[in-house]
């Protein structure tokens, strides 16, 4: 009986999507071969995946980061969701936390707010005090995981239509790449070992705040957190420079320095994920999509920047394989570094400048199609999966930085973060991270 129902809620869930997504599929597969007008049926995409709860929205996030694999029409409007969606009501949310905490969960509260505080792709959040302390509850939405199965089934199948129209980008480890993150976010119990290795790596920070979490009364679907005092970040557009500035630079400190320190990443940077506190300290929200790599990963990120600074070609090979691309030759490396180039270019000189100088989204755009043109004369590319989420932070986390519009001397702040960097020091930073917080073996 429960997978009779499990399937009825995948049916009902792909019907609502019936004339919309799946004729817009249609249409994008017509627009791929056809090259039809795309901009009508990239805003209908965006205003359905809008108004879904789930990881479709999350999954499509995903794919408008990737070198021109959408058309520029869709990238476009997949790049202004933010995650959000219509919330549970009360009923829904009672029967929910039931679920998690027993009947008597209310109990544990002083005063849990019915409306709720945020709503995101997965599940939505609450204010609520407990044992005086304000918290925040992230409760995750019904048969998540049953959707979660249902919308990768859908993400293989548009990636095996792709496949047989345009094979100029292989897919296939964005695909295991994409799923194995959706799926991690789903288990809130590794959420919050997530939030034990950030604690302790910005233990001593004066520029990032990372919450605590209650595992009293949190479960693998609810997370009870700290409740953080800040505003979000598009609140500060209008600032002075120098607000904006030390923002910026605090942004940088919280997605780079647990890279080039330990090897790990915040692997979804929108603005939803942050917030700033009057010190304007950055608050991190969400610890869902963490993604860990191996020290050589990292020393390759560093080869390739240093390879670009000084035209190396013999080291620009070795990063791209250190990296997982294969059958590296000149005219592939060529072909890479226009991307490389675009994604480091603030960081390439020594000056003050504003990040939209270089890395706007017009020239992503002109550089993610002369990337796919290319690549298509020379019959396409394998992306390693580690390369998915890589790109899908640097745009974020750009995206971010164009919003503050905080001219800074980006060359300078990465250069002095990366000084004492060796690929020794991360992976013995990354075990005894693990070793300190009992982690060892988990991921």
Not at 87 to 106: A, D, H, Q, Y
Not at 145 to 161: W, Y
Not at 222 to 251: D, I, P, Q, W
Request: with cysteine; hydrophobic share 40%; glycine share 6%.
């Amino acid at each position: 009986m429960d997978e009779l129902n499990k399937f009825s809620k995948r049916v009902k869930r792909y019907a609502s999507l019936g004339t919309s997504a799946g004729s817009l599929a249609f249409n994008f597969i017509g627009t791929k071969l056809f090259n039809k007008e795309n901009q009508e049926n990239a805003e209908e995409l965006t205003r359905v995946l809008g108004n879904l709860k789930g990881p479709i929205m999350k999954i499509a996030q995903l794919l408008s980061t990737v070198p021109d694999l959408l058309p520029r029409e869709y990238s476009i409007e997949l790049t202004k969701l933010q995650s959000s969606a219509p919330p549970m009501g009360w009923n829904f949310v009672k029967r929910r936390m039931t679920k998690e905490l027993g009947s008597n969960w209310i109990d544990n509260f002083e005063d849990f707010q019915k409306e709720p505080y945020a709503a995101a792709s997965l599940g939505q959040v609450h204010r609520a005090k407990y044992k005086t302390k304000e918290i925040v509850c992230k409760l995750q939405y019904p048969d998540m995981l049953s959707i979660v199965e249902a919308d990768i089934g859908q993400l293989k199948l548009l990636f095996s239509i792709y496949k047989r129209i345009d094979k100029t980008i292989d897919t296939s480890e964005i695909q295991k790449e994409i799923s194995s993150r959706v799926r991690e976010e789903l288990d809130y119990i590794r959420e919050q070992k997530h939030i034990m290795l950030f604690k302790q790596i910005f233990l001593k920070s004066k520029n990032v705040i990372v919450p605590n979490f209650f595992s009293e009364i949190s479960t693998e679907r609810l997370l009870c957190m700290n409740y953080l005092k800040g505003k979000k970040l598009l609140e500060f557009k209008s600032k002075s420079h120098e607000v904006r500035k030390t923002l910026a630079k605090n942004m940088f400190i919280a997605w780079y320095y647990p890279f080039y320190k330990y090897g790990i990443i915040h692997g979804d940077p929108h603005l939803g994920n942050y917030s700033a506190n009057n010190e304007l300290m950055i608050n991190l929200l969400d610890f869902g999509c963490i993604r860990f790599f191996k020290s050589t990963f990292v020393k390759g990120v560093i080869d390739l920047y240093y390879s670009i600074m000084t035209k190396n070609e013999d080291l620009a090979v070795h990063a791209y394989e250190s990296w997982g691309f294969e059958n590296i030759n000149r005219d592939l490396i060529n072909i890479l570094n226009i991307w490389a180039k675009f994604l480091f270019s603030p960081l390439l000189e020594d000056k003050v400048m504003k990040m939209q100088e270089t890395n706007s989204t017009a020239y992503g755009a002109e550089a993610a199609s002369k990337v796919h043109k290319e690549l298509k004369k020379i019959g396409g590319v394998k992306p390693p999966r580690e390369f998915v989420f890589m790109d899908r932070a640097a745009i974020g986390l750009g995206s971010v930085f164009l919003h503050l519009g905080a001219e800074l001397n980006w060359y300078k702040i990465f250069n002095e973060l990366i000084s004492e960097f060796s690929a020794e020091k991360v992976e013995t930073n990354q075990k005894k991270l693990l070793r300190k917080t009992k982690l060892e073996g988990s991921f």
